[in-house]
């Protein structure tokens, strides 16, 4: 079965300190993972795909398929970066579906 | 701005009722979802169109049906509402129908439309 576990419902840091939100997925084929972003009063934004490899905003995620995991991280938290985050992998190849995990609230306190 | 509109922004009605949620896609989008945000089931997957037929089904009640009009834009009907049912639904959009050797199509969100069943 396709499961994404994000296993804090909550992350509280403080400005300038490192973040990591953790993303563990269950796939048993080739997934793609993403990092979907909702601040406040917004619509879900994506993030960041792993297979772009990009940096966006400062964050990175490496997929690690040994451990089947997709943590999002910085290195130095800003307020702005207040939001809930979701993890959400692609597992299909013929649809677009993609299955979400219950998200994490990242609070930046200053 | 992504481009996906939804209308309306809220909707409150009442248990046993009928509603339809509209989405119109980005200009040039041909696949439509259909996703249910509700405090304890997260963000789960309902439906996928693409240019006008059905390609995926997710955890879809069988009160609820979805379809996407030659124009692109697509409608979720809700029927013999129940409170359980109260939650934001977010369509979004993308540019074809999943993966390819790009990878997959990013998803563009809606900003959703919030029922409430009282």
């Known amino acids: 079965a396709q499961r994404v576990t994000q296993p804090e419902k909550l992350l509280s840091v403080f400005k300038g300190a490192p973040v990591e939100l953790k993303c563990n997925y269950s796939y048993s084929g080739s997934p793609e993972l993403f990092w979907y972003v909702q601040y406040s009063r917004q619509r879900l934004q994506l993030l960041l795909r792993h297979i772009s490899r990009e940096s966006i905003k400062g964050f990175t995620a490496d997929l690690n398929k040994g451990e089947t995991s997709f943590h999002l991280k910085k290195p130095f938290a800003q307020e702005e970066d207040s939001a809930m985050y979701y993890c959400?992998?692609?597992?299909?190849?013929?649809?677009?579906?993609?299955?979400f995990g219950q998200g994490t609230t990242l609070q930046v306190k200053p | 701005d992504s481009g996906v509109t939804q209308t309306p922004k809220h909707l409150i009605t009442a248990t046993g009722q009928r509603v339809t949620l509209r989405c119109s896609p980005r200009s040039g989008d041909l696949s439509v979802y259909w996703y249910q945000q509700s405090l304890d089931q997260g963000l789960q997957f309902l439906i996928q169109y693409y240019n006008g037929e059905e390609r995926a089904k997710g955890n879809i009640l069988e009160r609820f049906s979805a379809q996407q009009f030659p124009d692109l834009h697509s409608e979720l009907n809700l029927s013999s509402l129940e409170l359980g049912d109260s939650a934001l639904y977010f369509c979004?959009?993308?540019?074809?129908?999943?993966?390819?050797?790009?990878?997959?199509?990013?998803?563009?969100f809606g900003p959703g439309t919030r029922l409430t069943v009282l």
């Open positions: 979004a959009s993308s540019a074809y129908s999943g993966r390819s050797d790009r990878g997959t199509d990013t998803q563009y």
């Open positions: 959400a992998l692609h597992g299909s190849s013929n649809t677009g579906k993609l299955i």
